[in-house]
């Protein structure tokens, strides 16, 4: 998939088909796909993305070229497009087994990475649409009560602020673990009454 063309070669392609061979800097496709340099030379020699090896300046040694940049985020998007559906699923799963699932294994079978700032706003964007999305919301359970941490064993904040929003929790007046088990206890019930 990897081709080489010497510069004169690379502009006449890109003169001749500047949709197909229209090349993006690394720096540029590491921006927009918003992950590290390493990860951008991992996709391409995977073949995910078609580079275009030109001059010997690094700088520019190596460059994406857009239409594979396009194609790739496009599969990329309808990816996690899907995500809050799986998050659901997961869940679901797990509240008629009547277990709780730690946040960052959720996340990294979604892909994510715990530890990377931008990836967990993503992930608590999308676990909110999966709670809105649940059977159980218009009950007033949120789903996403289920994903705990490890250590302390209670959700993230983002459960109790979403409640907030609700009308389902005040805080300073309600206290997290209580109103964690109730939803905890009301969610394991309500799949035990043969709800899904």
């Known amino acids: 998939m990897r081709s080489r063309y010497g510069i004169a070669e690379y ?24 992950i590290g340099a390493q990860d951008v030379a991992m996709l391409i ?17 190596s460059m994406v070229t857009l239409k ?19 998050i659901l699923k997961i869940l679901t799963e797990a509240a008629c087994s009547k277990k709780t699932l730690l946040y960052g294994d959720v996340m ?11 990836q967990r706003q993503t992930f608590k ?11 159980l919301f218009e009950h007033g359970l949120l789903i996403s009560a289920l994903l705990v941490y490890k250590i302390q064993f209670i959700p993230d904040d983002d459960v109790f602020l979403m409640a907030q929003e609700l009308g389902l929790f005040t805080p300073g007046k309600d ?9 905890l206890d009301r969610i394991f019930r309500y799949c035990d009454d043969g709800n899904k």
Request: net charge negative.
């Open 125 to 135: 964007k999308e676990l909110r649409e999966a709670t809105r999305k649940s059977a």
């Open 45 to 61: 020699d995977k073949g995910a993305l078609e580079c275009f090896e030109i001059g010997d300046v690094s700088e520019i040694r």
């Open 68 to 86: 594979s940049l396009l194609i790739f985020k496009s599969a990329r998007a309808s990816m996690m497009q899907d995500r809050p559906v799986r």
């Open 175 to 183: 206290s997290k673990t209580v109103f964690f088990k109730e939803q």
């Open 108 to 118: 990294q079978s979604m892909g994510l990475t715990y530890q990377d700032a931008m």
């Open 11 to 34: 502009e006449n392609l890109w003169q001749t088909d500047p949709q197909h061979y229209g090349c993006v800097p690394l720096q540029q496709v590491s921006d927009s796909l918003q």
